[in-house]
Antibody
């Protein structure tokens, strides 16, 4: 069974750093792109970026380039999303998701359960 | 960046009704168009990809059509579990793969 299991909810203060994770199982982790999607409270879905764990090729949406870092550790089938200095506007639910197409960045067929990040002083 | 525009923003219907949701792209996305369903408190679920291919386990009452810049998701007969928010997404032009703003299908 394909699963993406994300790390738990986080509460941080503005200016702090954070790294959240997404562990894949039930499929060949290195052969499918994994993406990150932001959903701010009461809002729609925003595509942040995507990584190919097999060679760590990473692409960012222009809106998120320089704001976050996406990485992966293929030895433990885990992708990461990290911030070096959080802002209150980073408060959102963050989803990881797996591309439906092997070796291609296509639609997402499996999603993690989401990680709620709250940034508040 | 390709802008995806969904209409209407909300649709008030009753169980058994036919739902027709639209998605327009600011430029051609060929056949690289997907639809997702999201219920409150849940992650999105892939319904349709490549315009009209249903994802695994998706009932036949969901269908997709269109090409180029105009796309439609049709739910032939709404069931109680179909009241949710629906998003279209293009995956033809990077950066990035963009989502529409969503259409909420609500109970009339």
């Amino acid at each position: 069974e394909v699963q993406l299991v994300q790390s738990g909810a986080e509460v941080r203060k503005p200016g702090e750093s954070l790294k959240i994770s997404c562990k894949g199982s039930g499929y060949s982790f290195t052969k499918y792109w994994v993406g990150w999607v932001r959903q701010m409270p009461g809002k729609g879905l925003e595509y942040m970026g995507i990584i190919y764990p097999g060679d760590s090729d990473t692409r960012y949406s222009p809106s998120f380039q320089g704001q976050v870092t996406i990485s992966a550790d293929e030895s433990i089938n885990t992708a990461y999303l990290q911030w070096s200095s959080l802002k209150a506007s980073d408060t959102a639910m963050y989803y990881c998701a797996k591309s439906a197409i092997m070796s291609a960045a296509g639609p997402f067929d499996y999603w993690g359960q989401g990680t709620l990040v709250t940034v508040s002083s | 960046e390709i802008v995806m525009t969904q209409s209407p923003a909300a649709l008030s219907l009753s169980a058994g009704d036919r739902a027709t949701l639209s998605c327009r792209a600011s430029q051609s996305v060929s056949s690289n168009l997907a639809w997702y369903q999201q219920k409150p408190g849940q992650a999105p679920r892939l319904l349709i990809y490549a315009v009209s291919t249903r994802a695994t386990g998706i009932p036949a009452r969901f269908s997709g059509s269109g090409s180029g810049t105009e796309f439609t998701l049709t739910i032939s007969s709404l069931q109680s579990e179909d009241f949710a928010v629906y998003y279209c997404q293009q995956y033809n032009n990077w950066p990035p793969w963009t989502f529409g703003q969503g259409t909420k299908v609500e109970v009339k």
